[in-house]
């Protein structure tokens, strides 16, 4: 009978850790560049490639290459309770970036939606 409860309680504790479980927060660009410049401490994070970043990116971005092998390498310096705001060309490598940050332990992760691509042809500020 002991065990019995100890497993109910056990699926339980379960249940609700996976219903708490952090997602990602997609944003449109004017709303991410406007949420990230209020928030302090916050970490901007480029995960396109070298070649795509210095052809112009969001000020005060760090450069860490999705597609490179050492992706966890570049970002383990930055503490999990820091808020990380990611983008891409198009969204996608940042969503799946931003999907393995929360998988790491990160709590607070925004992904910028249409990604780089979108927030140049909305005309916001950038360095060339």
Request: aromatic fraction near 14%; proline fraction near 2%.
């Given at each position: ?18 219903s708490?479980?952090?997602e ?11 949420k990230f ?13 070298d ?5 112009g990116?969001?000020?005060?971005s760090r ?15 930055i ?17 799946e ?21 979108a927030?140049?042809k ?7």
């Amino acid at each position: 009978m002991t065990l019995r409860i100890f497993f109910l309680i056990f699926i339980f504790i379960f249940t609700i850790s996976l219903s708490q479980a952090q997602e990602v927060t997609n944003l449109g660009p004017a709303e991410f560049q406007k949420k990230f410049e209020t928030e302090k401490n916050a970490v901007l994070i480029d995960v396109r490639t070298d070649w795509e970043y210095k052809n112009g990116h969001l000020k005060n971005s760090r450069n860490v290459d999705w597609m490179g092998e050492s992706f966890m390498d570049g970002i383990k310096d930055i503490p999990k309770d820091k808020a990380l705001y990611v983008y891409c060309h198009s969204g996608g490598r940042s969503s799946e970036a931003a999907k393995k940050l929360i998988e790491s332990g990160y709590i607070n992760v925004y992904n910028m939606s249409g990604g780089f691509s979108a927030y140049s042809k909305a005309k916001l500020p950038y360095d060339k």
